[in-house]
């Protein structure tokens, strides 16, 4: 069978044309070119206003050589990866069943949205009250920041999806449970895994800001502490690692997203 | 089992007026009865209710008036056992391959793996798929991708089978073929064929019975018997009653085909 699809020209051309674009190369000339601008950047500003990539580089071996360093950074770890997985699996439960139900879901997409757009720094105080000073604040404050697009693009996911294929459902005599489990959330695993994507990023940014604020821990607090004490290498070392985890991390799910997409493409 | 494997009697379909839309008559009322192992076909202009029709037999919907008996039990609302449905729209699932598309009725009614596998690359192989098993649909053609659909309804063996405009998306050659590959399948199974097509050659050349239905509300306003052989295919096209047979179709559909245009605009 294996031997039969490689064969088949369909399959063979697309495996070329995927291999025509060199996805490495590209990275690392944008990268080349992030950093050139950067060193150029310090040039023009001064080494005081922006530390260059390499005083930045050695200055971050320097941060996370510090004994101090793992307890900040297990403390954001910690309270990231918790509201990530509370923003993933509430927003995609809430998302599917905002989905189903047609009115519930008319009423609280502008809600959603509203929400969405408010700076949510504002609702802070509020989140300190309801949770006190310690970890759980951080993680109510990522998770608020990265629920709502996991919520809405599921949402819309599954009002989105094909009636032709819940009609085959129905011609096939599903039940309920196998027609959301076999059918909807495959069908919407694309949409979904754009709301992570999304989701994700909020998630990690929502816990930082927790951190500068009302914290005495996490990676958050060493930023803050920084920018108090007008030490621009540091904030920039701690900057650049973020970014780095970041992006990784997007990158990684957008790979998936491409993937999944290419498979939900109906040319 | 009764005489008759499928039996309409006064069947019609009224979409509901909605917000800003007034109600449709879309279909009926309908009298129609198939004999078992019947290959029938409906021809019809565009938007008379073919579809519907389709739809209210499988049990996709609910008539709003008349009976539906398939093998002497009523239809209402619900697909019954025995009913194999390929649409009009492109239904093949984008996010799996083309083996678990065909499997995936088997598996969800709990047919143990090896009979699945046996019986999806028996269907596979029928349908001209077979080497195409681990590739994705947005790896396929239009017309296999039909082709595929097809597949993952006759792979459950349905006793009866409704078609609506399989072979729309096919090239006329292809068609034909696949005209050929239905009748086999016919042949083998026995199953009672309900085809809707907007090809009057199409539906010449494959079935015992053609109703011709009137622009919307649709009606059967011709019913008209081949009387072909039950070993036949599309070399039929070269013989005189072929010609006949599409005449007498046209000349039914031709001022329904009129009356569905000025409709429409
Ligand atoms: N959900 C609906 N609500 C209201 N009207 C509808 C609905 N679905 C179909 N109709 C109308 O009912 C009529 C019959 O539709 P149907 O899809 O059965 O036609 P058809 O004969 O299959 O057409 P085609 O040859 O284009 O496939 C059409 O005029 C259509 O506009
Ligand atoms: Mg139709």
């Known amino acids: 069978m294996r031997a039969a699809q490689d064969a088949d020209p369909l399959v063979t051309a697309e495996r070329a044309e995927r291999r025509a674009v060199p996805p490495a190369l590209d990275t690392m000339l944008m990268i080349g070119g992030l950093v050139a601008l950067w060193q150029v950047g310090t040039i023009l500003l001064g080494h005081e206003a922006l530390p260059s990539p390499v005083a930045t580089v050695s200055k971050l071996a320097g941060i996370m050589a510090d004994e101090d360093f793992p307890r900040h950074a297990w403390e954001t770890a910690r309270a990231s990866l918790t509201a990530l997985v509370i923003s993933l699996v509430a927003g995609l439960a809430i998302g599917l069943a905002l989905g189903a139900h047609r009115l519930a879901g008319e009423v609280a997409e502008p809600m959603l949205t509203a929400l969405y757009s408010i700076p949510k720094i504002t609702l802070y105080p509020i989140i300190l009250l309801l949770f006190g000073l310690g970890i759980s604040a951080k993680i109510a404050f990522g998770v608020i920041h990265g629920i709502i697009p996991v919520i809405l693009f599921t949402m819309n996911a599954v009002r989105n999806i094909c009636a032709v294929y819940l009609r085959s459902a129905r011609a096939m005599r599903l039940t309920a449970a196998q027609t959301a489990g076999t059918i909807i959330v495959p069908a919407a695993v694309p949409e979904i895994v754009s709301g992570f994507r999304v989701g994700f990023a909020l998630t990690l940014l929502g816990t930082l800001i927790g951190e500068m604020f009302a914290s005495q821990r996490g990676i958050g607090y060493m930023l803050v502490k920084a920018m108090e004490t007008g030490d621009t290498g540091t904030v920039m070392a701690l900057a650049l690692l973020l970014v780095v985890l970041a992006t990784a991390a997007s990158a990684a799910l957008l790979a998936l997203d491409r993937r999944l997409r290419r498979h939900a493409l109906a040319s | ?265």
């Open chain 2, 1 to 265: 089992m009764s005489a008759e494997h499928l039996c309409l009697t006064g069947v019609t379909r009224i979409y509901p007026a909605t917000e800003g839309h007034a109600a449709v008559h879309a279909l009926g009322p309908i009298d129609l009865s198939l004999k078992p192992g019947e290959f029938f076909s409906v021809v019809g202009p565009s938007g008379c209710g073919k579809s519907t029709l389709l739809d209210v037999i499988a049990g996709l919907a609910r008539q709003s008036a008349g009976t539906i008996l398939f093998e002497g039990k009523p239809v209402t609302g619900e697909v019954p056992d025995g009913i194999g449905v390929v649409f009009q729209e492109d239904a093949s699932f984008p996010w799996l391959t083309v083996f678990d598309n065909a499997a995936f009725a088997l598996r969800r009614a709990g047919v143990p793996d090896a009979e699945v596998r046996e019986r999806v690359r028996h269907t596979l192989a029928f349908t001209g798929l077979s080497s195409f098993a681990q590739a994705y649909p947005a790896q396929l053609s239009g017309g296999m991708r039909q082709r595929l659909c097809i597949a993952r309804t006759l792979v459950t063996r349905p006793r009866l089978l409704l078609l609506d405009e399989p072979f729309g998306a096919l090239d006329q050659q292809t068609r034909l073929l696949m005209g050929d590959e239905l009748l086999k399948l016919w042949r083998e199974t026995g199953a009672t064929v309900l085809l809707i097509t907007h090809s009057l050659d199409e539906a010449a050349l494959l079935s015992d019975r053609i109703g011709v239905m009137s622009a919307r509300p649709g009606v059967f306003i011709d019913l008209v018997e081949t009387g072909w052989a039950r070993e036949r295919d599309s070399r039929l096209a070269a013989e005189a009653g072929f010609g006949v047979v599409t005449g007498r179709l046209w000349a039914a559909l031709r001022d329904q085909s009129i009356k569905a245009l000025a409709m429409a605009s």
